[in-house]
T-cell receptor, first 115, second 109 residues
Framework: EAGVTQFPSHSVIEKGQTVTLRCDPI?????LYWYRRVMGKEIKFLLH????????ESGMPNNRFLAERTGGTYSTLKVQPAELEDSGVYFC?????????????FGNGTRLTVT | GENVEQHPSTLSVQEGDSAVIKCTYS??????FPWYKQELGKGPQLIID?????GEKKDQRIAVTLNKTAKHFSLHITETQPEDSAVYFC????????FGAGTRLTVKP
């Protein structure tokens, strides 16, 4: 089966610009997660979709971040306007069951650099 | 919420030696403890997991131990090989999975 795919793999933007990250989960996985890792820190939870609904968005840093999963398939994460502290690697993961008790399948991540 | 601490942050061993990575967690309700390996340019990949009703689990050269009373769990890699070099993350979950900060393991040939 195809794994979780993320696009782009790298993005370099200037402060104040907008960036949209995309994630295609494994087909049939209802649960989709976004995480972020800043260099040397933990992989930090951002939000969790079950199908097209936001199950938990408690990790979203602020209202500059908007995640969508229309139709319950792929998901996008938009950052607008981007700030320097948004730099990091953004990971998407999917799971069959609730990822709280099921293995997560991660994509290769999008490395975002805001200059 | 859950807080996961992971140590050490870096670990260098000689090929053939053992490597041990330790994690502690704060939420006694956590019942699922996976370990992920991240190689350069790739996303984290699950290598082994353990649930709270088990104290130890082994898969070839990899083993994980769990002490629920002390709220800590460890990853043990025996007979390390250069291809074991990667960043390893522990995680704990009671519904929301939380990760440690990672351990960069280097196995020197």
């Amino acid at each position: 089966e195809a794994g979780v795919t993320q696009f782009p793999s790298h993005s370099v933007i200037e402060k104040g610009q907008t960036v949209t990250l995309r994630c295609d989960p494994i087909s049939g996985h209802d649960n989709l997660y976004w995480y972020r890792r800043v260099m040397g820190k933990e992989i930090k939870f951002l939000l969790h979709f079950v199908k097209e609904s936001k199950q938990d968005e408690s990790g979203m840093p602020n209202n500059r971040f908007l995640a969508e999963r229309t139709g319950g398939t792929y998901s996008t994460l938009k950052v607008q306007p981007a700030e320097l502290e948004d730099s990091g690697v953004y990971f998407c993961a999917s799971s069959v069951g609730d990822g709280g008790n099921s293995p997560l399948h991660f994509g290769n991540g999008t490395r975002l650099t805001v200059t | 919420g859950e807080n996961v601490e992971q140590h050490p942050s870096t670990l260098s061993v000689q090929e053939g030696d053992s490597a041990v990575i330790k994690c502690t967690y704060s939420d006694s309700a956590s019942n699922y403890f996976p370990w992920y390996k991240q190689e350069l340019g790739k996303g984290p990949q699950l290598i082994i997991d353990i649930r709270s009703n088990v104290g130890e689990k082994k898969d070839q050269r990899i083993a994980v131990t769990l002490n629920k009373t002390a709220k800590h769990f460890s990853l043990h890699i025996t007979e390390t090989q250069p291809e074991d070099s990667a960043v390893y993350f522990c995680a704990a979950s009671q519904g929301d999975m939380r990760f440690g900060a990672g351990t960069r393991l280097t196995v020197k040939p």
